[in-house]
């Protein structure tokens, strides 16, 4: 793909990850954010991607399984799709048609502290709780499974054996806004 690769972010909260992409896009000519999807009608990325001029889709959940999201991706003509804190499983024919092109990034050095209803706080309390000396993000492929899919990148920040859930979110939510961005670019110039 030469042309401009149309971006679709998915995220269900604050967004601070998808705000994060949209500032590091506005300097790349190769890719635009051209959507911002959510499950969460209260999800604080609506605010901010209105700020940017962003269309937004909430849906609904009955739509999570149909083929709603596959044509709203068609309709937008995305090319690429990032996950940034969604907290839906994606439907199986959207993974399937963005094979290669959609990813995601997990707050844990995957495979630890993966899978289903391992995300947020969840995984930063059990980093905590397992003692673990390290952390960071990982930037993986999205398949079918929750956090399997092949690991594009990771970056690990050094905790401190009194860092408590919040510290450690803290610290990986750094490592996640200096990386992602241009995981993402670098990804979409591979296209």
């Given at each position: ?42 999800a604080g990325i609506i605010q901010k991607s209105k ?141």
């Amino acid at each position: 793909m030469s042309q401009i690769v149309n971006i679709a972010i998915f995220a269900s909260g604050g967004g601070s990850n998808a705000e994060a992409i949209i500032e590091h896009f506005k300097n790349v000519t190769k890719g635009k954010i051209a959507l911002i999807v959510t499950n969460n009608p209260n999800a604080g990325i609506i605010q901010k991607s209105k700020h940017f001029g962003i269309p937004v889709y909430v849906h609904s959940k009955e739509e999570e399984s149909g083929d709603a999201l596959l044509k709203l991706m068609e309709d937008h003509e995305i090319g690429f799709i990032v996950l940034a804190g969604y907290l839906r499983k994606v439907n199986p024919e959207l993974v399937d048609t963005f094979e290669g092109r959609i990813v995601n990034i997990h707050p844990a050095l995957l495979p630890k502290f993966g899978g289903q209803g391992m995300y947020g706080m969840n995984v930063h309390k059990a980093v905590v709780a397992a003692g673990e000396k390290v952390s960071g993000p990982t930037i993986h492929y999205v398949n079918n499974h929750y956090d399997e899919g092949a690991i594009i990148e990771q970056h690990e920040v050094v905790l401190d054996a009194n860092d408590n859930a919040e510290e450690v979110q803290k610290k990986v939510l750094q490592l996640e806004h200096k990386y992602y961005p241009s995981a993402v670019e670098r990804l979409i110039n591979e296209l």
